[in-house]
């Protein structure tokens, strides 16, 4: 079968030919018709993310969708190493795998999936938001964050808080259920006084997918600013400003700060499918917007290393 194909942990996969996986028991066979590239997918090809596997050759991409031998339409999930979900054929367990709405398209029901879960499952299973409850998402202009202010008004948030360094994404996430938008493009002390401002004013739930040294003033400006005893549940979710911050103890001890992640191994894996199908139900009730690009799975190697912070990449088998 032809599939995009990891030979050398880093770099770029390859187009070509790789051995048909066959199911087993308690497997489904799929015939592949799409697969988002995501920063897992490229994180797990490089070695570098948490979850990645030693074992090379091996096909890339952790999820996708296509067609059961009956023509059912599925989203799946994790097939089980070497293969992987950027190829023609993939089996995996029927409990990874997703009947889809009729009225979701393939390319993008695999575009929102993953980045739509990230914020669902920190939502729901870490945060546990409740309605009327306010949320700020730091990192929203990339596609897990505009997806994530969009869930986030699905599930009841009263108030929405958007921050990023893209001016014009940033405005346009007013139109997508942000109240409130913060430019990151500000020195740290004018920064801070902003993030201060709005925890003074209650926020309950801060989702991050950035880290570095934006989580690092939020954390200080929720310790000093926000009201004594009003829990404040942060969850980090990405890195994309940085893997490391320094945390002052004072900044625990002087508030109700509770610092979690989300995550594959955080959450079990049923409940991050789980999380995974209530967005895919969801997606089109709720009229969640996501900018996806389809590509050919022939030209991975042209599209592999194209900046897709707005726009996910999804490949079509």
Request: aromatic share 6%; proline share 5%; net charge negative.
């Amino acid at each position: 079968m032809k599939a995009a194909i990891v030979v050398e942990a880093g770099k770029t996969p390859v187009y070509g030919d790789f051995k048909e996986p066959v199911a087993v028991n308690g497997e489904k066979r799929i015939a592949v018709t799409a697969a988002s590239l995501s920063h897992l997918v490229r994180g797990r090809a490089s070695g570098n993310h948490y979850t990645s596997s030693c074992e090379l050759p091996f096909v890339a991409g952790v999820d996708g969708v296509g067609k059961l031998e009956n023509g059912e339409r599925v989203y799946f999930t994790l097939p089980k190493a070497p293969y992987g979900s950027m190829a023609e054929v993939a089996t995996v367990p029927t409990d990874q795998c997703l009947s889809l709405p009729d009225d979701l398209d393939d390319v993008t029901a695999a575009a929102i999936a993953i980045p739509g879960m990230s914020s669902w499952a920190a939502f729901k299973e870490r945060a546990r938001l409740q309605p009327q409850e306010t949320v700020l998402v730091n990192g929203a202009t990339g596609a897990s964050g505009r997806l994530a202010v969009q869930i986030a008004r699905y599930l009841g948030a009263k108030k929405v808080i958007a921050t990023g360094r893209n001016p014009e994404a940033l405005q346009s996430l007013r139109e997508l259920g942000a109240d409130v938008i913060i430019p990151l493009t500000a020195d740290a002390e004018a920064l801070e006084d902003a993030f201060k401002e709005q925890f003074a004013a209650g926020i309950d739930v801060v989702v991050d997918y950035l880290w570095g040294t934006t989580a690092e003033l939020l954390l200080s400006a929720g310790a000093k600013a926000a009201p004594e005893a009003v829990p404040i549940r942060f969850v980090q979710i990405g890195s994309v400003s940085g893997a490391n911050i320094s945390l002052p103890g004072a900044a625990l001890r002087s508030s109700s700060l509770v610092l979690m992640g989300s995550g594959l191994k955080s959450v079990p894996l049923n409940r991050i499918i789980n999380a995974i199908d209530e967005v895919l139900q969801a997606a089109v009730p709720g009229k969640f917007e996501i900018a996806a690009q389809a590509i050919p799975l022939s030209e991975v190697e042209q599209a592999w290393t194209v900046d897709d912070s707005r726009s996910r990449i999804v490949f079509t088998i």
